[in-house]
């Protein structure tokens, strides 16, 4: 109250120099600076009068936010002509320049090309109102359903996780800032911190969703797997399970890892990614479990009976991102996550006599930590790297594995290292320099890096086009969502991550009768980001039989150069990292566009976006196909 | 809102207005300026009186401010006497009938009740003097100065204005007032909170002054120094202050004019009065004397001063707080006896009885002479005090499902607790505005700002509307079923459209029958809706601005509605204009309730307090003050003792109609409370809010915690416990869905609305 009492209330005024750009703008020039000054201030209050009525318009509608609609009939109360034509539907855009020594915000008017309208297909008529029913407490406890919140809000739990002498000895940082102001609310506050912590009594239908997950899980249905992470990616009553999860998942990589159970690591990492998903869970707490079951599926020697065959490569790459998500999410001064898995990556790394498989897991769990790590970490290392697979492809030839991971790891390493390189140099890109500077990969490295800058150029180009084509207005998109999840446009990144696993495993265990998939689907997620650069990716989610090894380097070309969509056969076998190019002729596609509402947004996606588009742009895929099967886009 | 006309916009047919107005009413000079829009059907008002006499309208003022006088000053008998002799016995109805509350009759539009004369009276009179004109000024009591003018007869906004136009330097504007301030902080502990009640109507009116007589500079100096000594909850008000710097500004603005037109009421005990009087007569502070003798009103009680948590959870509104006597009038708040029809049978025979032609005043006779057989609650209204709808067959039907209902209802209490069912309002991106629930819960209607209103059935049987005229002359009419057939199946669905409003719908109710549902809008009309053909019926068209909020009378039929033209309507379904107007509010009426019995009307408003209206004669019986901002929904206990009031602080009042007191707080919400209900049996109040959440309270305890002894109902000073915590039973979290309806189904199954807002 007191400092309420103490807000000042002042009263601002429109500076003349807006009166006086007014003026000229409507033909008046040579305003006095007294007509000016007079101006401003019968202006100001007039706007004020007119915002002080808008007010109640926001009121009675039942909202926090003022819209133009509000001052519309304010400015009808007084018998103004309202203005026309302010319908934003967001935010008002104002851009900012300054030169000259003036500062100005004006509203940027973009010019539009009439036809890319004309031709981009209507978006869809948005969905009618509808009506939804829901136990918000029954008998006066809320049950813990997605259409409620979660019982034990993220933020405590990261209190709790982060903080935790905050939460045993209550009230000592507090008592610096009240110094005794208050003394009574500090003892309330005491009182209620001593409440017991959560519990980890499960009732019975608790361990009977336990149970039904976990099997679930692990189990041979994939239809009931899909459903089951579904479930733990955005069920919010999870919290009290967490335990049990983190456990489960720990001790089921400790065994299948002895005994070499591909098919089963793959099942509890995604898992894993699954309940990073869930906006409801903070994970910190059990980090202890799940950071070693995750690192031993990206590293382990071994992790399938036939590494010849098997395609474990891709469990490698995706318990690395997970492990990379895990690191930017949870990683603090006090814990160092990062730097302990940098160091650990590192070390194995290092080693001479580590196993290509091993050596593969390290450079891709570097990989996706960043730029800065490649840059630091890995570019350096190009030149020892490649001698070492020069030695195996060139060298006699000791083994078929040898040769596989030496291929491998290879490719991993154009692939990251490409794009951080098309940075850091300069245009020229000089085989021979190249190959001076990065040993033997050098060669192959500088036609990735020409790939990789013509990438970048033709994406400047598209940033216009992009936000043309998306003309969905933000209403279409949340639909899907329904009531079920807080997170604005998360739709993207509800679903868990179906599409690697869901490959190897198939080409894994090719005998295994496969659900009746979905014809293949295309998702074209595009995200006009704040910045300059636009990112546009496609994404191919072909389900049925592909062969080993193909898929990954296909969605790995990204940013992608495709404006729109690129296509590729359901059954066709699998196509290189660019033929799907041309494949407009295959036979019978799906795509839906996805579009991402542009600045905001994106932060809520992952916070990898800035640092690392290229993993971003894999976490995303890893979302989308979801979306799909749950969104009632059409498709055509 | 005389102010928001007096613009450019044709301000000479309004001044016509005005005077007729003024001739039309002499007893209520201060209508035009006491907020009631000039343009708006004044004559509706006049249902109670004949047409004013032609008497000279300023000979009547002049009787009427010597009444005033005799009145002030205690001599009953001779005011009686003149009263008779000037043959203004109407007008006794207008300041004495009502008692205190006298002058608001209907529609009178003083603004309060009594003041409304005195204060316009006054102004008026103040602006004479300051003009230099001749006055013959009657020597005044202690605190106001009835006078009478001869002059002008119509308070104009500048004349109202003109009563700033004071000589004084300005430069000792600050020093008056921190001297002052420097006084009531030296004086004794118990005598200061009640004296800086006087900081904040004296703050603005200096302020005022200063802005008047053009001294700008001095005046945005005076400003900056003392506004962050004023209590918080008048912030708003500062705020719009702040902005008003040059006196050009001050004809137009609303608040300002509230603020001129009627006097800031404050309640000081007699001991803490004449110290202040001492001080400021001893240092011959004529201007500050001046301030509080023109524009305060301070209402005198004997005994000992007042706390200031007292005095904090009494004040707030925007003119101050209640006079005692607003709140004596003795209020019928118990409910009208049930009819009885227990035996289905002898019902329906009286019932036919009734329709064969027995005049049908007959019947509400009966049931009041049948009621007194029985025992009839001393508080209840005489059945018959407002005429009421008869029962139809359908209606009975209705009743004895109620009855069967209430039998399987939950009894609710702390240990308890309702289940809560959300509907949540998906994809509703215009923006859902309002909802309503039929009393049996099988329907829900939803007013959007997009002007559309939807209606739900929430049962599993669809919506169906009455079939084309065609389709229904193919009918069999002898048939049993007919009232089945002449349902259109082909068209039914589970929510119909309703489409006519142009403006966004502000507030929605369903008739007690079903039948029927009103809307109303921005765009100044109340429509009624008929659910059979589920098109309009009628658009009334009354208010001249947007509609805040409407209801029905639980016995259907009449109805309420009130907007931001300050005055609430009472109508019927079948008049096209208004029985009553209840105008009196110094702000935007924000919301309307009827009371279960359907004899009083509460309005709560923008301007901080919640005023209970006699639908009989239009009286205002009750004011409330105490919310810190505008009130936005009101719910009355099922036994109709009670009411309780939230508003845009986020707190929840509740209130004794009987005492005409405040009974108790429920702090909890960080938002507006939209949603307030009582449940069935009144054991548990819920209330919803814009933070997302539905609270429930324990009302048993926090009706029996307080005790209402004489002296507290004497003299109207309460001491709330600070009990909210132990009241607060549950507090459920929506999710992003604020809660903007909340509805007890006749088993206590708690039903919520709100749309899902990502």
């Known amino acids: ?411 991993l390493l154009l692939k990251h290292c490409a794009p951080v390189i098309a940075k850091v140099r300069c245009p020229p890109d000089n085989q021979e320099q190249y190959r001076v500077e990065y040993g033997y990969l050098g060669p192959m490295l500088c036609t990735h890096v020409v790939k990789a800058r013509a990438q970048a150029a033709m994406q400047a180009q598209q940033v216009n086009r992009t936000t043309l084509t998306i003309t969905q207005p933000r209403p279409t998109l949340t639909l899907s969502q329904g009531a079920q999840s807080s997170r604005t446009p998360s739709i993207i990144k509800v679903p868990s991550s179906i599409t690697l696993p869901m490959q190897t495993l198939v080409s894994a265990r090719p005998s295994t009768p496969t659900q009746p998939s979905p014809p293949p689907t295309k998702f074209i997620v595009m995200s006009s980001s704040t910045g300059s650069t636009t990112t546009q990716q496609v994404i191919t989610l072909s389900s049925a039989q592909s062969s080993v090894t193909s898929t990954s380097p296909v969605t790995s070309t990204v940013p992608s150069l495709q404006p729109l969509v690129k296509l590729e056969g359901g059954h066709t076998q699998g196509a290189g990292p660019l033929s799907g190019g041309g494949g407009a002729s295959r036979t019978m596609q799906k795509y839906i566009v996805v579009s991402l509402p542009p600045a905001g947004d994106n932060k809520t996606l992952t916070p990898s976006l800035e640092s690392n588009s290229a993993t971003s742009v894999k976490l995303e895929r890893d979302d989308s196909p979801a979306t799909g099967n749950q969104s009632p886009q059409p498709s055509h | 809102m005389a102010a928001v006309q007096d613009g450019p916009i044709e301000p000479e047919p309004e001044n016509e207005i005005k005077t007729e107005a003024s001739n039309e009413f002499p007893g209520n000079p201060g209508d035009a300026s006491g907020g009631v829009p000039p343009t708006a059907p004044v004559a509706a008002v006049a249902t109670e009186k004949p047409a004013a006499a032609a008497t000279d309208s300023t000979e009547r003022q002049t009787l009427l401010a010597v009444l005033q006088f005799l009145k002030k000053s205690k001599l009953f008998e001779s005011e009686e006497i003149l009263r008779r002799e000037a043959g203004l016995l109407n007008e006794t109805g207008d300041s004495q009938g009502a008692a205190p509350g006298g002058a608001g009759l209907g529609g009178g539009g003083g603004a309060e009740p009594e003041s409304g004369d005195a204060s316009s009276v006054l102004s008026r009179v103040a602006g004479a003097v300051a003009v230099a004109q001749s006055a013959n000024a009657t020597p005044a009591p202690a605190k106001v100065a009835p006078v009478v003018t001869g002059g002008e007869d119509q308070p104009d906004v500048n004349v109202v204005l003109a009563a700033y136009s004071q000589q004084g330097d300005p430069v000792l504007y600050p020093v008056y007032y921190s001297g002052l301030k420097r006084f009531i902080d030296s004086v004794l502990d118990c005598h200061r909170a009640e004296l800086s009640q006087v900081f904040y109507p004296l703050f603005v009116h200096m302020y005022l002054e200063l802005v008047y007589n053009q001294y700008e500079k001095e005046a945005k100096a005076f400003f900056d120094k003392f506004h962050g000594d004023q209590e918080c909850y008048y912030k708003d008000d500062l705020r719009i202050l702040s902005g008003l710097t040059k006196s050009e500004h001050m004809k137009g603005n609303e608040t300002l004019l509230d603020f001129r037109t009627s006097k800031f009421v404050l309640r000081i005990s007699r001991d803490s009065y004449q110290l202040l009087k001492r001080h400021l007569q001893e240092r011959q502070n004529n201007q500050i004397w001046n301030i509080i003798q023109e524009h305060l009103y301070i209402d005198i009680f004997d005994g000992m001063p007042r706390s200031k948590g007292q005095i904090d959870s009494m004040s707030g509104s925007l003119a101050g707080e209640a006079k005692r006597e607003a709140n004596k009038a003795k209020v019928f708040y118990g409910l009208l006896k049930e009819p009885e029809i227990e035996v289905p049978l002898d019902d329906e025979d009286e019932e036919a009885e009734n329709e064969e032609g027995k005049p049908k ?71 859902l505005t309002a909802v309503d629930f039929t009393d049996d819960s099988s329907l829900v209607a939803g007013g959007f700002a997009d002007s559309t209103v939807r209606v739900w059935s929430v049962t599993p049987k669809k919506l169906r509307g009455v079939k084309t005229a065609g389709d229904l002359s193919l009918i069999d009419k002898d048939s049993d079923d007919v009232l089945e057939r002449i349902m259109d199946e082909k068209t039914a669905s589970e929510s119909k459209n309703l489409y006519g409003h142009s403006g966004p719908v502000y507030g929605i109710s369903f008739s007690p029958d079903r039948n029927y549902l009103l809307s109303c809008s921005e765009d100044a009309t109340v429509r009624l809706w008929s659910l059979q053909t589920f098109t309009c019926l009628v658009g009334y068209k009354g208010h001249n601005y947007p509609v805040w909020d409407t209801q029905f009378s639980p016995y259907g039929y009449y109805f309420i509605s009130g907007g931001h033209d300050r005055v609430a309507r009472l109508w019927a379904t079948d008049h096209y204009q208004p029985l009553r107007m209840f105008s009196g509010h110094l702000a935007d009426v924000t919301c309307t309730r009827f009371h279960p019995n359907s004899n009083y009307v509460a309005t709560g408003s923008a301007d901080r307090t919640i005023r209970l209206w006699d639908v009989l004669n239009g009286n205002c019986v009750r004011i409330f003050t105490g919310h810190k901002g505008p009130i936005h929904c009101l719910a009355f206990s099922p036994n109709g003792k009670f009411l309780a009031s939230g508003a845009t602080d986020g707190r929840v009042l509740l209130w004794d109609i009987g005492h005409g007191l405040m009974i108790g707080e429920l702090k909890g919400h960080t938002d507006t409370v939209y949603a307030l209900k009582f449940s069935r049996d009144g054991e548990i109040l819920a209330s919803g809010s814009m933070d997302n959440t539905v609270r429930l309270w324990d009302t048993v305890k926090a009706f029996d915690d307080i005790e209402t002894d004489d002296f507290t109902a004497a003299t109207g000073h309460i001491t709330l416990p600070e009990n909210s915590q132990e009241l607060l039973l549950g507090s459920y979290m929506t999710k992003s869905t604020p809660v903007i309806h909340l509805h007890f189904t006749r088993r206590n199954l708690l039903l919520g609305a709100g749309a899902y807002n990502p």
């Open chain 2, 361 to 431: 005043k007959k019947k509400p006779k009966k049931d009041s002479t049948g009621s007194k057989s029985k025992k009839q609650d001393p508080n209840a209204p005489q059945q018959s005090r407002i005429p009421l709808p008869e029962l139809k067959d359908s209606d009975k039907l209705d009743k004895i499902m109620n009855m069967k209902e209430a039998t399987k209802r939950v009894r609710l209490g702390p240990e308890s607790l309702p289940s809560i069912c959300f509907y949540t309002f998906l994809n509703a991106y215009q923006g």
């Open chain 1, 1 to 411: 109250m007191a400092e309420e009492r103490r807000s000042k209330l002042s009263n601002t005024l429109l500076p003349t120099e807006s009166m006086k750009a007014i003026a000229e703008s409507i033909g008046v020039s040579q305003m006095q600076e007294e007509t000016c000054q007079v101006l401003s201030e019968e202006v100001s209050y007039r706007i004020k009068e007119i915002l002080q009525d808008s007010l109640k318009f926001m009121h009675h509608g039942k909202r926090r936010k003022l819209m133009t609609s509000d001052i519309d009939y304010a400015l009808k109360l007084k018998n103004v002509e309202p203005l026309y034509g302010f319908h934003a539907q967001e935010f008002i855009p104002f851009r900012f320049a300054s030169g000259g020594g003036r500062e100005l915000y004006f509203y940027e008017e973009k010019e539009v090309d009439l036809s890319d309208i004309i031709n981009t297909p209507l978006p869809r008529v948005p969905l009618d109102v509808s009506m939804k029913a829901h136990w918000l407490s029954i008998e006066g406890v809320q049950p813990a359903i997605p259409e409620n919140p979660p019982p034990a809000p993220k933020e405590q739990q990261k209190a709790e996780s982060t903080e935790p002498l905050k939460a045993v000895k209550p009230g000592q940082e507090e008592e610096g800032q009240l110094q005794g102001k208050d003394k009574k609310k500090l003892l309330e506050g005491s009182a209620m911190k001593l409440k017991p912590r959560s519990t980890h009594e499960l009732s019975v239908e608790q361990q009977l969703y336990y149970k039904e997950i976990t099997e679930a899980c692990v189990g041979s249905c994939e239809a009931k797997r899909a459903e089951a992470l579904q479930s733990i990616a955005t069920d919010p009553g999870l919290y009290q399970m967490l335990p049990r999860f983190s456990t489960f998942i720990s001790e089921g990589v400790r065994v299948n890892v002895v005994q070499n159970n591909l098919a089963l690591l793959i099942y509890l990492m995604r898992m894993v990614k699954a309940l990073m998903d869930n906006p409801t869970l903070y994970l910190e707490k059990y980090l202890h479990e799940l950071i070693p079951a995750v690192v031993t599926c990206i590293v382990s020697r071994q992790l399938c009976l036939r590494p010849d065959v098997d395609n474990h490569w891709a469990l490698r790459d995706f318990a690395a991102r997970l492990m990379a998500q895990s690191c930017k999410t949870f990683s603090t001064t006090t814990n160092n996550i990062q730097s302990r898995i940098t160091k650990t990556f590192t070390k194995s790394w290092l080693d001479e006599k580590t196993q290509w498989t091993t050596r593969y897991g390290c450079i891709a769990g570097l990989a996706e930590l960043g730029h800065d790590v490649i840059k630091t970490l890995i570019i350096p290392r190009l030149q020892v790297e490649g001698s070492r697979i020069k030695a195996v492809n060139e060298g006699p030839i000791i083994g078929n594995i040898d040769k596989i991971g030496a291929d491998h790891v290879q490719s």
